[in-house]
C-alpha cells in the first residue's frame, strides 16, 4: 500500500504565499506523474499542477505564473509554491502520484488540505 500525506495548508490573505508538501510512502518501487488538484466548495475537482518523474510540468491557465510544482524524486516529496494568492484559490488541495504497480500504474491519493485565502 501507499499512503500519500499533504501538509502546509492554512489561511492566508490574498497576495499571500503558502507552500505544500506531500510525501509519499509504503510499498514504492517508481513514480510516474504526481500531481496536486484542488476542490472548492461546490464545484468539481480541477488538476492544478502536474509533473512527470521527468521534471516536465503542467499547469492550469489560472495558476500560470503564480504556482510551482517541484518535486523530490529521492525522497517521494512534491511540492507546489503558491504565490499572489487570491481569494478563488480557496479549496482544499489534493496531492495525487501515479505509482508503477504490477501489473498496471495505480493512482494515490491523500486526503487533502484546507487553503483559505481572505480578501
Known amino acids: 500500500q501507499v499512503q500519500l500525506v499533504e501538509s502546509g495548508g492554512g489561511s492566508v490573505q490574498a497576495m499571500g504565499s503558502l507552500r505544500l508538501r506531500c510525501a509519499a510512502s509504503?510499498?514504492?518501487?517508481?513514480?510516474?506523474?504526481m500531481g496536486w488538484y484542488r476542490q472548492a466548495p461546490g464545484k468539481q475537482r480541477e488538476l492544478v499542477a502536474a509533473?512527470?518523474?521527468?521534471?516536465?510540468?503542467n499547469y492550469a491557465d489560472s495558476v500560470k505564473g503564480r504556482f510551482t510544482i517541484s518535486r523530490d524524486n529521492a525522497k517521494n516529496m512534491v511540492y507546489l509554491q503558491m504565490n499572489s494568492l487570491k481569494p478563488e484559490d480557496t479549496a482544499v488541495y489534493y496531492c495525487?502520484?501515479?505509482?508503477?504497480?504490477?501489473?498496471?500504474?495505480?493512482?494515490?491519493w491523500g486526503k487533502g488540505t484546507l487553503v483559505t485565502v481572505s480578501s
Open positions: 495525487n502520484a501515479e505509482v508503477n504497480t504490477m501489473p498496471f500504474p495505480t493512482d494515490y
Open positions: 509504503g510499498n514504492i518501487f517508481s513514480i510516474n506523474a
Open positions: 509533473i512527470t518523474s521527468g521534471g516536465s510540468t
